[in-house]
């Protein structure tokens, strides 16, 4: 459904690198996610991907249609729904879906049952102006906007960024629905939860794919075992936890920080408590832990 081959995106002149050959491609009905940090490239990838911005170099499909020579096309079979709210402030709820439909030549009613499960719950608010919604609203408005042509592929950049935790959870069933309905989903996030509830995943840091896959075949991937260990002072034992030379990895990770050994064979987090404890630490604790996308993403970040 799409697919990209090589694609390459510098601005500045060539002077930045935002999308360094970047190749994969997403299966028809996918719920495929776009996972990494903030300048990463994830918008630049989808801008490509939409027709709003021309590679420098390699070729990208979507439906079959080529980004570059069919770029009319393209533009009436996809939505897409901008990092950044880019709707009409000034317009209603109403006017700004009634505005989308038209320039797609088609009508809020024609293609209700789609967005049904979403409008509703802004539909009270219909008369209110764009601008003056909260940002969990905003949200669903431009997701009805972006689906209001019953486009074949959705592409989402960065949907949940700077919405609260449970409009992010209900935002990730209704894809889970729309996915149902058999539309192609593209979701940029850099919260590495989120990874989870896609099908599959690329990581991407600085323009370039790390890794694609499901994420449970990413986390089993993960080279080596994995410790969760907390104590009394965690910022000293960060500290003293990099300072001590059998350790490979460290980072501090929510009430824990995530450590693994250079070589892992030979008892080495009871030698590890030892040394913690001469340090003064107190109410040490440690124990295996599975690894999530984010140790997989820092993991290979640092090994590129
Ligand atoms: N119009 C532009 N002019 C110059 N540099 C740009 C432009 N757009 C993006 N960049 C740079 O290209 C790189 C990739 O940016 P991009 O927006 O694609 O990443 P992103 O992963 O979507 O991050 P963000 O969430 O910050 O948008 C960054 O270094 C960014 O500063």
Not at 290 to 297: A, K, W
Request: net charge negative; charged share 25%; aromatic share 8%.
């Amino acid at each position: 459904m799409v697919a990209l081959t090589d694609i390459s995106k510098t601005y500045n002149d060539g002077g930045t690198l935002a999308v360094d050959r970047v190749s994969f491609s997403v299966e028809k009905g996918e719920l495929f996610g776009l996972i990494g940090p903030d300048g990463a490239g994830k918008t630049s990838i989808f801008r490509v991907l939409t027709t709003l911005l021309l590679p420098d170099g390699g070729s990208a499909t979507v439906n079959g249609l080529d980004v570059v020579k069919d770029y009319k096309a393209i533009r009436s079979q996809v939505g897409y729904m901008p990092g950044k709210f880019s709707l009409y402030q000034d317009l209603s709820v109403e006017e700004n879906l009634n505005f989308f439909a038209t320039i797609f030549g088609t009508t809020i009613a024609e293609n209700y049952d789609l967005i049904k499960e979403i409008y509703v719950q802004i539909e009270p608010f219909k008369t209110r102006r764009a601008g003056k919604l909260s940002g969990g609203m905003k949200q669903k408005l431009a997701l009805c906007c972006a689906l209001i042509h019953r486009p074949t592929v959705l592409f989402l950049d960065e949907p949940t960024t700077g919405v609260d935790t449970v409009s992010r959870k209900e935002f990730w069933e209704m894809l889970k629905r729309l996915k149902q309905q058999g539309i192609t989903i593209l979701v940029s996030t850099p919260y590495m939860d989120e990874a989870t509830l896609c099908e599959r995943i690329a990581l991407i840091q600085k323009g370039r794919i790390m890794s694609i896959d499901t994420p449970a075949n990413i986390t089993k991937r993960y080279p080596e075992k994995l410790y969760a260990i907390k104590a009394e002072n965690m910022s000293k034992l960060l500290h003293d936890l990099r300072q001590y030379e059998a350790i490979k990895s460290c980072n501090a990770f929510g009430e824990y920080h995530h450590i693994a050994f250079k070589d892992d064979s030979d008892g080495e987090s009871e030698k590890l408590l030892g040394y913690l404890e001469t340090k003064g630490h107190q109410n040490l604790e440690i124990q295996p832990t599975t690894p999530t996308i984010e140790d997989c993403f820092i993991d290979l970040m640092e090994g590129n």
